[in-house]
């Protein structure tokens, strides 16, 4: 029974494995190639750090893993200076060339947890609108809707308030100005 379930599962995952592929790990857009190897060697030196049996070995392996996660993070650090510099030059190239819509769409993706937009649209149907001119048409119709409404049959009775109303708007005095510092 264990033996044909092994069987079973070593041809499933073999099929999705070629059928498939490999799930693909999304890195940020300023990890470099070398980056990922040292932060993959950084993993193993861990693994060497924690498997170590004597107290030399561990220093030594402690040691090696410090030395490759400074690199990591040096790394990290300078990719992402020169990703934003980059974001930067695009946004004052966009601005030189009038192109408001990459501008826009750049400076919001510079402070972080930037997605696109989802532009549904719905119809009074509640149905999803997907052509552009629609949604358009849509957003007219739903605007007229809003702004020419006729106007309520009982208007509310609200009462004017008074227009003198008890507010000190002489200058400050020397006093007042100093008990605020204070």
């Excluded at 693909?24 to 950084?42: C, F, G, M």
């Excluded at 400076?107 to 549904?120: A, D, H, I, W």
């Excluded at 719905?122 to 997907?130: A, C, H, P």
Aim: glycine fraction near 4%; include cysteine.
């Amino acid at each position: 029974m264990e033996s044909n379930w092994k069987e079973i599962k070593e041809a499933i995952t073999s099929t999705c494995h070629e059928v498939l592929g490999h799930k693909k790990h999304h890195y940020k857009e300023w990890n470099t190639v070398d980056t990922l190897d040292r932060t993959q060697e950084r993993g193993k030196k861990k693994a060497a750090t924690n498997t170590s049996k004597t107290r030399a070995e561990e220093a030594k392996a402690q040691a090696e893993y410090m030395e490759v996660n400074k690199q990591v993070k040096r790394g990290v650090r300078t990719g992402k200076r020169k990703y934003v510099e980059d974001l930067a030059m695009t946004v004052e190239k966009a601005a030189r060339e009038g192109n408001m819509r990459q501008l826009y769409d750049t400076t919001k993706e510079l402070p972080g947890n930037y997605r696109e937009p989802q532009r549904s649209v719905k119809s009074k149907e509640d149905k999803v609108i997907n052509n552009i001119k629609e949604q358009r048409n849509r957003w007219v119709e739903y605007f007229k809707e809003l702004l020419n409404r006729p106007t309520p049959l009982n208007p509310p009775n609200i009462e004017v308030a008074p227009t003198d109303l008890p507010i000190d708007v002489d200058p400050p005095t020397v006093e007042e100005i100093s008990t605020a510092i204070r």
